[in-house]
């Protein structure tokens, strides 16, 4: 347990739906990271998040949106979901202010049908 | 455009040799570089890391190599263990980039007994 967690495991939904993804950081991380990884392809940086703001932007469509709640945990939500968006989503979460030791969930595997 | 390469998506190596992974970048403002490991059905989980002002940093059986002018960067593994078998990610950081972590897009080891 690497002390990051992911819900749900697994997702399948349809097509022009939305689903929202769920991140608990590591106790006392403050940044969390949204990655996304497609079949075939690296980590794909999405969006950061410290301590409850907007701190980066990275390749992130815009029916994806996501969130940092007061208690630091982070939701990810996909809507309008099209095929293409299959695909694994990580969750990691670090100290912040230069602590580049990302800590990794164990990601959700959404499957759009 | 990928900024962190891995050519080779996949590489065999027998147990008890070395295995050299590769990696190769484009933005000259990368400083900071470290190298990610994955196995099935869970998040990656940091390995080793290396700072630019460096060109080798050891840790047990891992070693990585950086090439500033050349702008590449290696992971040396021995002995190779099967245990090793997994997906290895290089990823880089630009110190200005609010601790944004690019991911390059992984190289899959097997290691045969």
């Known amino acids: 347990d690497s002390g990051v967690t992911q819900t749900p495991k697994h997702l399948i939904t349809a097509t022009g739906q939305r689903v929202t993804l769920r991140c608990s950081p590591r106790s006392g991380d403050l940044s969390v990271y949204w990655y996304q990884q497609s079949l075939d392809q690296g980590l794909q940086f999405l969006i950061q998040y410290y301590n409850g703001e907007e701190r980066a932007k990275g390749n992130i469509l815009e029916r994806f949106s996501a969130q940092q709640f007061p208690d630091l945990h982070s939701e990810l939500n996909l809507s309008s979901l099209e095929l293409g968006d299959s695909a694994l989503y990580f969750c990691?979460?670090?100290?912040?202010?230069?602590?580049?030791?990302?800590?990794f969930g164990s990601g959700t595997r959404l499957t759009v049908v | 455009d990928q900024q962190v390469k891995q050519n080779s998506p996949s590489l065999s190596v027998q147990e008890g040799r070395i295995s050299i992974l590769n990696c190769d970048y484009t933005?000259?403002?990368?400083?900071?570089f470290l190298w990610y490991k994955k196995y099935p059905a869970e998040g990656p989980t940091f390995l080793i890391s290396?700072?630019?002002?460096?060109d080798k940093n050891e840790d047990g059986r891992f070693t990585v190599f950086l090439n500033k002018s050349a702008k590449h960067l290696s992971l040396h593994i021995v002995p190779s263990q099967p245990g090793d078998s997994a997906v290895y990610f290089c990823?880089?950081?630009?110190?200005?980039?609010?601790?944004?972590?690019?991911f390059g897009p992984g190289t899959s080891l097997s290691v045969i007994p």
């Open positions: 990691a979460s670090t100290r912040g202010g230069g602590d580049y030791g990302y800590t």
């Open positions: 290396i700072s630019s002002i460096k």
């Open positions: 933005n000259s403002m990368f400083d900071y």
């Open positions: 990823a880089a950081i630009e110190e200005t980039s609010y601790d944004k972590v690019i």
